[in-house]
């Protein structure tokens, strides 16, 4: 596969020396976070800051996810950046891609993907943290976009797979609150019509339980854009959730 480039971002690259692998993966830089050696081999992710331009670099090497087409395993990063050109060619909101290689060395299997900061943006988990502070017009605006957001995710026959408080951003442009999506590795097509949906939306609101029954309906009310559907999807998701803590 051939470098992928943004070409919004290839002048930004290339006057800091940056528009190669090599070079971004020669970069020296702090990780955020802890590497991730779950899969065997390493996945770590480091803030790059150009100028006033902000990125995430993620770098891996033989981190690697399995599939029918891939039984030998590709790395997850290849995955994830399939799923956010499918993403944005569907119309559903996410981050945005700058930069996306794979090298095969002897016995290694590395990959690049760099995408841009959601700098203005904030996730839904530090949200919900806040939320009895936060006013009712806010709380409402926030479950109205939430909910919006797994519309035209499922409406694009798309199950996101790993839909978390902390995989939805969020922000207010203009007076309206708009949301995104992140961490698109689990993402596959909507299969199993209401099972699928219903199976995407619990782990979201088993996890926002401050937003309370009516949070919940209210969100409910948003992504189904139909009132009277409203009281049956809500018992689905309490049933499955029951279902879930009765296992363990």
Known sequence: MNDFIAENDRAVLESNGLASFDALWALR???????NTERGGWSSVYRLELGETAYYLKRQSNHLTRSLRHPLGEPTF??????????????????????????????????????????G?????????????????HRQAIIRAVGELA????????????????HVFLRELDGRWQ????????????????????????????????????????LLAAYLDDQRAVESWFQRLVQRRKNKEARG
């Open 179 to 218: 949301a995104c999506l992140i961490d698109l590795e689990k993402t596959r097509p909507l299969l199993l019509g209401r099972r699928d949906r219903i199976k995407d939306l619990e782990p979201l609101v088993r996890r926002a339980r401050c937003m309370g029954e009516e949070g919940v309906r209210g």
């Open 121 to 137: 943006w904030e996730d839904l988990d530090g949200c919900l943290t806040r939320w009895p502070q936060l006013g009712d017009a």
């Open 151 to 166: 519309r035209y995710l499922h409406q694009a026959g798309q199950v996101h797979g790993c839909f978390y408080p902390k």
């Open 78 to 119: 290849a995955r994830e950046f399939r799923n956010i050109r499918r993403y944005q060619q569907l119309g559903i909101p996410t981050l945005r891609a700058s930069f996306f290689g794979c090298r095969r060395l002897a016995g290694e299997q590395r990959a690049i993907l760099l995408t841009r900061a959601l700098d």
């Open 29 to 35: 830089l702090e990780a955020v976070d802890e590497p």
